[in-house]
């Protein structure tokens, strides 16, 4: 985790993002194997991405880094959101990724914001 704050890259809310899906993915393979677990991972990985990015769009928008105008962000977002349905639901449609379990992974995100909250020191 990079702690440079001016681009926006130091997330604190990522490691218990990342913590919570890592119990969220082991339990699933323990409990429902090795399918339900890399569909549980998968999860986590896009929640990961995906606040990763916003983090990332927020901070140019709002003017965190001058050198950047927020306007010129706008359509990354919409193909941000855009790629990321699509992706899911190819995943989803060819079955390689189980639903429930993804969205187990999913889940990692706002636990993981919460428990950062809830911490914050």
């Given at each position: 985790m990079a702690t440079d704050e001016k681009d926006g890259s130091r997330i604190p809310a990522l490691r218990p993002v990342l913590i919570v899906g890592a119990v969220?993915?082991?339990?699933?393979?323990i409990l429902f194997g090795v399918h339900a677990s890399v569909s549980t991972a998968a999860g986590v990985a896009v929640a990961v991405l995906d606040l990763w990015v916003i983090t990332r769009m927020?901070?140019?928008?709002?003017?965190?880094?001058?050198?950047?105008?927020g306007s010129r962000w706008a359509p990354i977002v919409l193909v941000k959101f855009l790629v990321l349905f699509s992706g899911v639901i190819i995943l989803l449609s060819l079955k390689v990724i189980l639903p429930l379990p993804f969205l187990t992974g999913l889940g990692a995100l706002p636990l993981g914001i919460v428990i950062q909250g809830l911490f914050r020191g």
């Open positions: 969220f993915t082991l339990a699933a393979a927020v901070s140019l928008m709002t003017g965190i880094d001058p050198s950047q105008q």
